[in-house]
């Protein structure tokens, strides 16, 4: 088993964080989460279901204390295969009621993640920790709540976006809101949904709590920092479909037409990259609008640093992935940058149309272009809605405050 960061063996007021992947660059949110939760003194461990991909690292994961153990079955099948092996032997009984309940939903990825718990129930038999946490509710919770039937120790798990609307089963989400100790989701929107969706049994563990920004990563500059080059409209996104990038492009084309000077820049990857390329090249607008990349989290902090406007138009797709509350809203803003969104999903949660950003309807380029122009053309608004945002998010989606509301729901569960 591959591990990281040689710390201290973990003890029994430790808490585990089981995600995804670890670093990952699109989940800055996470590691915000986990520098301020080991602020407050809390000892952590995180348990990643995947290898990391390459992408480039966030320069602050260097900061983190936690210890990394790596959980992914195509590297460590044969640990995993003697973990789940000696669980069995020790526990035989309790061993086959979990696993009777992982073949129950007939899905070989639930299988999978069963046996990614035993391996991590043998690793915390060894090295136990008083409380875990999943982010997402798909692969992480469901090996928390599989770890949970093979060890008792309490989970909650924080929901998100696709994983709520897309990719988690009802029977799959009520089964873990009901072993949860609590369920957490960044929005009022998201609450309300998985209250629809868990049954009444359920529906008191639901909580909100926001994403919480560490503001002093983001220093707000007003008037903007420019090197006399037209003004920039960024976006910061992975290149799927929810983002609306496409509806930025033909906004862009509109404002190329109105004689409007301006650059867009997109920062991000994803399956859409050659779509978007392809566009852009179709509606001849290479010397307007720039497909960027990955970048890393220090270069997407300069970038909004030098942005005039923010712009993110997202949309529901056809099969319902929508975003939660996209955490590059609450940089822009954290930055003084003025932003342009649509009133999807959360989103409303954060910005007041004409009062700390502009709302424009989904799937409507024109009706974009029009608020962007607004803003390309009006100083005095974009100054006032920079100054209204950057005092919201001071007030109401500051890290520690986000974190102060999770530990509490920790605590509950023997986490001191």
């Not at 991909?53 to 602050?60: L, T």
């Not at 991590?120 to 469901?142: G, Y």
């Not at 928390?144 to 609307?165: G, N, Q, R, V």
Request: hydrophobic letters at 40%; a positive charge.
């Amino acid at each position: 088993m591959r591990k990281h960061r040689h710390a201290e063996s973990a003890d029994s007021q430790t808490v585990g964080y089981v995600v995804s992947t670890w670093p990952r660059l699109s989940a800055t949110f996470i590691l915000n989460e986990v520098l301020a939760v080991e602020r407050s003194g809390v000892s952590l461990r995180i348990f990643s279901i995947k290898d990391p991909d390459g992408e480039p690292v966030h320069a602050r994961v260097a900061q983190v204390r936690a210890r990394v153990t790596y959980l992914s079955l195509r590297r460590h099948w044969k640990s995993a295969l003697q973990a789940n092996l000696r669980l069995l032997c020790r526990q035989p009984g309790r061993y086959c009621r979990a696993l009777l309940q992982a073949l129950r939903y007939r899905r070989w990825g639930v299988l999978q993640r069963f046996f990614q718990a035993g391996y991590l129930a043998h690793e915390l038999s060894r090295e136990p920790v008083a409380h875990l946490h999943a982010h997402f509710a798909h692969a992480p919770t469901l090996v928390a709540m599989f770890t949970h039937e093979l060890t008792s120790i309490p989970y909650t798990f924080t929901a998100h976006a696709k994983d709520i609307y897309v990719e988690t089963p009802p029977e799959l989400l009520r089964a873990e809101a009901q072993q949860a100790q609590a369920v957490i989701t960044c929005t009022e929107y998201n609450r309300q949904y998985l209250s629809t969706q868990i049954g009444p049994a359920s529906d008191g563990k639901l909580h909100c709590i926001y994403h919480g920004l560490d503001l002093s990563q983001f220093q707000f500059a007003w008037p903007r920092v420019s090197d006399a080059g037209p003004p920039v409209i960024l976006s910061v996104a992975r290149l799927v479909e929810k983002k609306g990038l496409s509806d930025l492009i033909v906004a862009a084309d509109i404002l190329r037409r109105r004689g409007r000077r301006f650059q867009v820049e997109i920062i991000g990857n994803g399956p859409l990259r050659q779509a978007l390329e392809a566009q852009v090249m179709q509606l001849g607008l290479s010397d307007r609008v720039k497909l960027l990349g990955v970048q890393t989290y220090d270069m997407v902090c300069l970038a909004y640093q030098r942005a005039s406007i923010f712009a993110l138009p997202c949309m529901v797709t056809a099969d319902g992935d929508r975003d939660g509350l996209p955490n590059v809203l609450l940089e822009a803003m954290g930055s003084g940058v003025p932003v342009v969104s649509t009133p999807v999903s959360g989103i409303p949660e954060l910005i007041e149309s004409e009062r700390d950003g502009l709302f424009v309807p989904p799937n409507s380029p024109t009706e974009l272009a029009d608020a962007l122009d607004r803003l390309l053309t009006q100083p005095e608004l974009s100054e006032r809605l920079a100054r209204a945002a950057r005092a919201k998010i001071q007030a109401h989606f500051s890290i520690d405050r986000s974190s102060t509301q999770l530990l509490a729901l920790f605590q509950q569960g023997g986490a001191r």
